[in-house]
T-cell receptor, first 112, second 111 residues
Framework: DGGITQSPKYLFRKEGQNVTLSCEQN?????MYWYRQDPGQGLRLIYY???????QKGDIAEGYSVSREKKESFPLTVTSAQKNPTAFYLC???????????FGQGTRLTVV | GENVEQHPSTLSVQEGDSAVIKCTYS??????FPWYKQELGKRPQLIID?????GEKKDQRIAVTLNKTAKHFSLHITETQPEDSAVYFC??????????FGKGTRLHILP
């Protein structure tokens, strides 16, 4: 996966349940990002972290939470407060030049 | 906050013709503008980028232009081929933190 791994690839959740999406990187990069992708909506930033133990809200943070306890890990929790969680979730790190985003394979979350 | 507008949302061109996708950005501090291609079911991948100190950049059939005064930048694909069919995203960044994406353009290459 080129240094960034998301799991699982597909995830099903019942309404009212919290679920955590995993994002791991082995490239020793500081900055990590979570985006949500919906058809026709592009990529919308949920949260980002520039350093361990610190993170900032993006444009659509409501109903989500994150942690950054380790440099290599940036898990995203989709809480029951997120009213429309079905989407494709993409984790990213800054690329080699520390400017472009390099994406993981994504997790497709479906609420059933 | 930073906003990136992208047009058109859908574009169909005959194979061999050129395709142009346009984006505008709101934050004058933006200094880095990448373009991504996303094939069906896959992750977006960087195809070309441009920095604010450059007006144009080319890579084979792909070129990007930047007009800092007008705050807009464009992707040009020449001699289009069937494998160019995908969704393309523009983005803008100040280089330090957020990377903001446009809503994407679905490009169809017609036989």
């Amino acid at each position: 996966d080129g240094g960034i791994t998301q799991s699982p690839k597909y995830l099903f959740r019942k309404e009212g349940q919290n679920v955590t999406l995993s994002c791991e990187q082995n490239l020793n990069h500081d900055a990590m990002y979570w985006y949500r992708q919906d058809p026709g909506q592009g990529l919308r930033l949920i949260y980002y972290s520039q350093i361990v133990n610190d993170f900032q809200k993006g444009d659509i943070a409501e109903g989500y939470s994150v942690s950054r306890e380790k440099k290599e890990s940036f898990p995203l929790t989709v809480t029951s407060a997120q009213k429309n969680p079905t989407a494709f979730y993409l984790c990213a790190i800054k690329g080699e030049l520390n400017t472009e985003a390099f994406f993981g394979q994504g997790t497709r979350l479906t609420v059933v | 906050g930073e906003n990136v507008e992208q047009h058109p949302s859908t574009l169909s061109v005959q194979e061999g013709d050129s395709a142009v996708i346009k984006c505008t950005y709101s934050d004058s501090a933006s200094n880095y503008f990448p373009w991504y291609k996303q094939e069906l079911g896959k992750r977006p991948q960087l195809i070309i980028d441009i920095r604010s100190n450059v007006g144009e950049k080319k890579d084979q059939r792909i070129a990007v232009t930047l007009n800092k005064t007008a705050k807009h930048f464009s992707l040009h694909i020449t001699e289009t081929q069937p494998e160019d069919s995908a969704v393309y995203f523009c983005a803008a960044s100040t280089g330090d933190d957020k990377i903001i994406f446009g809503k994407g353009t679905r490009l169809h290459i017609l036989p």
